[in-house]
């Protein structure tokens, strides 16, 4: 078993319209390296070119929020991590 990611719709496209993927890490940061290798077009709609994530990018590890050190949040075999976005418009 490992760490469940789930991926909010718009952003699926990028990890092969998948809603779960599954990886391993014991931080958030870890599990996005690996998801980074796996599909690289992925980053940059994480992270921005600092390699911090990016403003509208919220993490939440078993539904609760990961802010504000998203990437050093500590994970562990069985959790649930949720990437969504932030959208606007008008």
């Known amino acids: 078993m490992g760490v469940q ?3 909010h719709a718009t952003l699926r496209k990028w990890v092969q319209d ?3 993927v599954e990886v391993t890490g014991n ?3 870890q599990c996005f390296n ?3 290798q796996q599909y690289p077009g992925l980053k940059e709609k994480l992270f921005d070119k600092k390699g911090k994530i990016h403003n509208l990018v919220e993490i939440y590890v078993n539904q ?3 802010y ?3 990437l050093a949040k500590v994970v562990k075999d069985g959790d649930k991590i949720q990437v ?3 959208l606007s418009g008008g």
């Open 27 to 29: 931080t958030v940061g």
């Open 34 to 36: 690996q998801l980074v």
């Open 64 to 66: 609760e929020s990961a």
């Open 5 to 7: 990611v789930y991926f």
């Open 18 to 20: 998948q809603e779960w």
């Open 68 to 70: 504000p050190d998203e």
């Open 84 to 86: 969504t976005l932030l």
